[in-house]
């Protein structure tokens, strides 16, 4: 680790963290470098993460009377919806001889188990076994994990006891329509996360794009790094008298305004700028999934014209490969940039998956120098490592409260329109 240079107030702030750090227990960023990532069961970065609710799937991808398997954060579990619409989220692993549930046959909002059809409700208690005396469940059950749906995202609760207040964060405001999307990041999930608390890299990360410049010098001077009951509000002025918020919620979603994506709907149709959530939630150790919904602000009038291109977008996107892949690919091979991929319709997602993939599937964090441009990271670390410490000693974490939706106006611009 490099001490950083000259004597930057700022640099005050960014003490770099050695390597020995990390077996410092007066250093609470160094004692938990090494767990972040980790969140399976058993792990404290795990246990925190399971204390909140976590979306597992968009609702579209889950129809009524389908059953599949999903993984997260190390653990599997099967998620179907049934006949009344509602969607569960059980064990992977039927009690019986544990074969997997999610090849069953859901049968109204129960779940029946392909092997030897014992049936499941919802709430895990088996409700028959065929074959056995007076074939009732006999008072077995299989795991069974809350679920509730909002913006279009399928969420459950995975921690001990009640789950914490549901919806986790206000719906979006005003009219429109709710666009979805699920992406496989390549990466472990708190790579994931640090890019949100990054908000320089979209300079270089998304150049292709032409999403949008930062002035480093002046944008780090005004950068703001609050934290607030609800979490942390970032603001920093981007040119032009404007300043941008972003709003960093516990314990991985940031509410941002955010401009139409390169293939969505194409800029010259929709409105530019989105609200929205973007939601990492770790599938293993090397994977996670950035959910992100956002409000597409359309008056009536513009509604069908919109759709269309959307229509448009959804089949160039089934027909393309999907960002981990183009990634994996350039990462693994080179001799492309993104540059090369910029009519991909998920740029964006390729941009980032470059980013962090390139840091590793899990980014060595003893090796980096930290600099004023890492503010961010520096206090969500910190921020992270404060409330695993309270985890370790017993105590309980930071409890939110609710937070407040961005104001739309101030929101980015494109770089072109300046
Ligand atoms: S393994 Fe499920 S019923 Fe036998
Ligand atoms: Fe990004």
Not at 158 to 178: C, K, L, R, V
Request: glycine share 10%.
């Amino acid at each position: 680790m490099q001490p950083l240079q000259g004597d930057d107030p700022v640099s005050t702030v960014l003490e770099p963290t050695p390597a020995h750090a990390a077996r410092s227990s007066r250093d609470p960023v160094g004692r938990y470098l090494d767990e972040f990532p980790f969140t399976g069961p058993g792990r404290v970065v795990g246990d925190y993460l399971r204390r909140f609710w976590q979306p597992v799937s968009r609702s579209v991808d889950i129809p009524a009377g389908k059953a599949k398997p999903i993984t997260v954060m190390n653990a599997r579990y099967t998620l179907y919806r049934g006949a009344s619409g509602e969607a569960f989220v059980v064990d992977h692993h039927c009690p019986h001889r544990g074969t997997q549930l999610s090849v069953g046959y859901v049968e109204g909002d129960e779940i029946r188990c392909l092997y030897h059809g014992w049936k499941f409700r919802g709430d895990g208690l088996c409700t028959e076994r065929p074959g056995e005396k007076g074939k009732s469940g006999g008072g077995m059950r299989t795991g069974a994990y809350p679920t509730r749906e909002f913006l279009g995202l399928v969420y459950a609760y995975f921690g001990e006891g009640e789950a914490p207040a549901f919806p986790p964060y206000p719906a979006f405001e005003g009219e429109g329509i709710i666009e979805v999307y699920a992406t496989l990041l390549p990466v472990n999930w708190f790579q994931g996360w640090e890019n949100d608390w990054d908000p320089f890299h979209a300079s270089f990360t998304h150049r292709a794009g032409g999403l949008h410049e930062i002035d480093y010098d002046a944008a780090i001077a005004s950068e703001k790094n609050e934290e607030l009951d609800y979490g942390v509000r970032r603001t920093m002025d981007i040119g032009d008298g404007e300043t941008n918020t972003a709003i960093l919620l516990m314990p991985a979603t940031v509410q941002l305004l955010i401009p139409t994506f390169n293939g969505q709907a194409g800029r010259d149709n929709g409105p530019q700028v989105r609200p929205t959530y973007l939601i990492h939630v770790p599938v293993d150790d090397h994977s996670h999934i950035a959910y992100l919904t956002q409000l597409v602000p359309l008056e009536a009038s513009e509604r069908d014209d919109y759709l269309r291109h959307y229509a448009e977008m959804l089949a160039l996107m089934a027909a393309s490969p999907t960002p981990a892949e183009v990634a994996g690919d350039i990462l693994a091979n080179g001799l492309r940039t993104t540059a090369d991929v910029k009519d991909h319709p998920m740029l964006v997602e390729i941009e980032d998956s470059l980013a962090q993939g390139g840091q590793g599937t899990i980014a060595d964090r003893h090796a980096e120098h930290l600099g004023r441009t890492d503010a961010g990271v520096v206090m969500l670390r910190r921020l992270m490592a404060r409330e695993l410490d309270a985890i370790a000693d017993g105590r309980e974490p930071k409890a939110w409260t609710p937070c407040p939706l961005i104001p739309i106006a101030g929101a980015y611009r494109w770089a072109s329109d300046s």
